[in-house]
C-alpha cells in the first residue's frame, strides 16, 4: 500500500514538472514550419466526413503517410478550429502521459522507484522534447 502511495506521489511530481516547465505553450501561435500545411490549410481535418476518413488512409498528405496523426488533427480541428492554444494543451497533456507511462515502464523493468522517477523526469523535461510539446503535435 505505501508503495502505491509513492508511485502516486512521483506521478503527480511528473505532471507538477511538466505543467511548470510546458504550461506557457497554451499561449504560443502555430509554428510556421509546418503547423500551417497540417492544420490551417489541411482540407483533410476540416468537415472530416467517410470520404476523407478514406483518404487518410489510402493517401500521403504533405509527403507524409499518418493517418493517426491526421485523425488527431480532425479531432482537434473540431473542437478548437484554428485555436493554437487547444493544440498546444493535447500536445502537453498527451507528453505528460508519455511521462507517466515512462515512469511506470521504467519501475515495472527495474523496481526502483527513484531510477523511474529520475528517468520520467530526464525523458519529459530533456530539451530536445520541446519541439514535440512546443509544435501543435
Known amino acids: 500500500m505505501k508503495n502505491n502511495k509513492t508511485i502516486l506521489l512521483l506521478i503527480l511530481a511528473v505532471i507538477v514538472a511538466n505543467v511548470i516547465i510546458y504550461a506557457k505553450t497554451a499561449n504560443f501561435d502555430f509554428v510556421n514550419y509546418d503547423d500551417p500545411d497540417y492544420v490551417i490549410h489541411n482540407p483533410l481535418i476540416k468537415d472530416f466526413d467517410q470520404a476523407k476518413l478514406k483518404k487518410v ?81
Not at 508519455?98 to 527495474?110: D, F, G, P, T
Open 57 to 137: 488512409f489510402s493517401e500521403y498528405y504533405f509527403f507524409n503517410y499518418q493517418p493517426v496523426m491526421l485523425l488527431t488533427y480532425a479531432a482537434e480541428y473540431s473542437a478548437f478550429s484554428d485555436n493554437a492554444s487547444g493544440y498546444h494543451i493535447v500536445s502537453t497533456l498527451l507528453h505528460i502521459l508519455n511521462a507517466i507511462l515512462v515512469l511506470l515502464l521504467i519501475y515495472s523493468l527495474s523496481n526502483n522507484l527513484t531510477s523511474a522517477f529520475i528517468v520520467a523526469l530526464i525523458f519529459s523535461l530533456f530539451p530536445l522534447h520541446v519541439e514535440t510539446v512546443a509544435w501543435v503535435f
